[in-house]
């Protein structure tokens, strides 16, 4: 008696979900008429602005992991965490090898090619220790007194 309940209970909610699901689909009739070019204009937008170009050509998948490694990079010197470094490491492990199947006659150049970034990255990075250091030095000196 118990299961037939939980199993007409079970129904009941696939039909409301079912009924509330396909209202959601644009081609349903009881889709709102207000927000079909909305909804059109959307999806046009998505299609044009998200669609990326195919993985299966090497240029396009180290173009890829370049743009992953310029993120990681980013994260190494926001976060400081020494994850991102391994991450990192491992995309571009996965350039050369990439880079080695390919058999590509050069690979592509992935280093920056400011280096004026480098050398701003390194002095705020080096600023940013020496504060470091000097807090922690003065947290020390206020302990030991």
Do not use: W
């Not at 400081?80 to 491992?90: C, G, S």
Request: net charge positive; hydrophobic share 35%.
């Amino acid at each position: 008696m118990i299961i037939a309940r939980i199993n007409r209970y079970n129904e009941m909610l696939k039909g409301k979900c079912a009924n509330n699901f396909c209202r959601l689909n644009i081609t349903h009739p009881q889709f709102p008429r207000k927000y079909r070019t909305l909804f059109n204009e959307a999806r046009e937008q998505y299609l044009a602005s998200y669609r990326s170009a195919s993985l299966s050509l090497p240029e396009n998948l180290i173009l890829e992991l370049e743009f992953l490694y310029r993120l990681t990079k980013e994260l190494v010197i926001e976060k400081r965490d020494l994850k991102y470094i391994t991450q990192a490491a491992q995309i571009l492990k996965t350039i050369a090898a990439c880079n080695a199947v390919n058999q590509q006659e050069e690979p592509l150049n992935i280093t920056p090619q400011e280096v004026n970034a480098l050398e701003d990255t390194q002095k705020t990075l080096t600023d940013q220790l020496r504060e470091d250091t000097r807090q922690l030095r003065k947290h020390t000196e206020n302990k030991e007194a």
